[in-house]
């Protein structure tokens, strides 16, 4: 204990994967590439997160390309079209996730293509 500097300020919480300490979309898509390669701190971030058991689930099988997507459900042979309901663009994790719904930077769900 004689190397720890102890502060009188109060704790924090801080973002480990950005560079400010603060999250931001972008720093999370730093972390997830969505072709399938999940850095693998944040795999044990998504566990360590104060968040329902579910939403645990969700991003663990959102970081593993387990969704139940329309590819997936493809590949899985319950569907046979990977069309977007929205736009028909070829649905993904990506798409979804990134080009699709999410209004980047107001945490707003958006449903257009």
């Not at 190397?3 to 972008?26: C, H, R």
């Not at 971030?45 to 329902?52: F, R, T, Y």
Request: glycine content about 6%; proline content about 3%.
């Amino acid at each position: 204990m004689e190397n720890v500097t102890l502060m009188n300020e109060d704790d924090q919480i801080i973002w480990a994967f950005g560079s400010s300490g603060k999250y931001s979309v972008q720093s999370l898509y730093g972390v997830i590439d969505f072709r399938g390669v999940v850095h693998p701190v944040f795999v044990h971030a998504v566990w360590k997160l104060i968040v329902p058991p579910r939403v645990h689930i969700f991003l663990w099988l959102m970081s593993k390309g387990k969704l139940l997507t329309r590819d997936n459900l493809v590949k899985r042979k319950h569907l046979n079209d990977k069309s977007c309901l929205f736009c028909s663009e070829e649905e993904s994790i990506y798409h979804l996730f990134s080009t699709a719904v999410l209004l980047r930077g107001c945490g707003v769900w958006l449903i257009t293509c």
